[in-house]
């Protein structure tokens, strides 16, 4: 009943594809001008386009975004190159996630949390760069899950592995000549503006799934879940009704995606559904940057992040 009444639109999907082609017009008009505090808008401009391509790769990658499989994977293609992500990997271990979401070992994106054998120096990196910002998480995040062929390959059949190898290359060739032509143009009016959307980034990927107590299958043989029994192995962080739709077109609502993965993101704050993990934004960033990154990361430990938030609704 809930596909039939919301159902993809190419009118929806077009209208909320108006802000960022602001936010990149608008990025890149700022970033031009001469005074310092102007062009820093400007990336700041360009870091939320950016995280809005990041956003918009997982809406077509899901084939949700436009009623239109082609245009879907099409402007996944695009998407994914604005946001240095190969499309197909991103489909083939995204479609794993939601498929094995509340395993934490079957699953591909969290596998690497289960039994970290990381030494000191590596602790204090991590540890170090979520006190200061930097977006290790996420960098790491996206090489090991989408670039990172040995590990694809594990996952994914010799067929899609094959296709997975065509878009890395093609990628890598078309990143290769526009630095090579552009490269100085790009770091300076591009490059800060994507630092700042991996830092954005940063904070949201992991408000999903990160310091939640998920299963660990081991040895037992298991099946999937539910797509509504994963609700309890995610997190949504709470924003404006605006903000949510129109900044982070709903990629906040992490509990309704899992419950509805190939629900357009635009209809999902029009389901009337229970969201217990559902915390607000700056509770949840406050309690996850008191912690150390490995704790936050790594362990589940202890008071939930945000929880606080809950109890006055």
């Not at 108006?18 to 005074?35: D, N, Q």
């Not at 918009?56 to 975004?65: A, Q, V």
């Not at 099409?74 to 240095?84: D, I, N, V, Y």
Request: include cysteine; aromatic fraction near 18%; hydrophobic fraction near 45%.
């Amino acid at each position: 009943m809930i596909r039939e009444n919301f159902r993809p639109s190419n009118f929806k999907a077009v209208a909320h594809l108006i802000i960022p082609l602001i936010l990149l017009g608008g990025g890149l008009y700022l970033s031009l001008a001469p005074t310092f505090w102007i062009y820093l808008t400007g990336q700041v401009l360009l870091g939320l386009f950016f995280f809005q391509c990041f956003i918009l790769l997982h809406e077509t990658g899901h084939h949700s975004f436009f009623n239109n499989k082609t245009l879907n994977t099409l402007f996944s293609h695009l998407f994914g190159f604005l946001s240095f992500i190969p499309a197909t990997s991103w489909v083939a271990i995204h479609n794993l996630h939601h498929r094995w979401t509340g395993w934490r070992d079957k699953d591909p994106t969290t596998a690497g949390t289960v039994k970290p054998s990381y030494g000191k120096l590596t602790r204090f990196i991590v540890n170090f760069s979520w006190w200061l910002w930097i977006p290790v998480f996420t960098i790491g995040y996206r090489y090991g899950n989408y670039w990172h062929l040995a590990k694809i390959k594990k996952y994914v059949s010799v067929q899609k592995t094959a296709v997975i190898r065509w878009n890395v290359v093609i990628l890598l060739l078309l990143y290769t000549a526009l630095f090579v032509f552009f490269g100085r143009w790009m770091l300076i009016y591009l490059g800060p503006g994507y630092l700042i959307s991996l830092m954005i980034s940063d904070v949201f990927i992991l408000s999903q799934h990160s310091h939640i107590e998920i299963p660990i299958a081991g040895n037992e043989e298991v099946k999937p879940l539910r797509y509504k029994d994963q609700i309890p192995y995610t997190r949504s962080v709470r924003f404006t009704k605006a903000v949510a739709e129109w900044l982070f077109f709903n990629f906040n609502l992490h509990e309704l995606h899992h419950a509805y993965p190939g629900l357009p993101a635009y209809h999902l704050a029009k389901i009337d559904y229970a969201s217990p993990n559902k915390v607000g934004f700056f509770h949840y960033l406050t309690d996850a940057k008191r912690m150390p990154g490995m704790r936050f990361i790594f362990s589940t430990s202890g008071k939930k992040v945000g929880e606080r938030k809950l109890k006055s609704g």
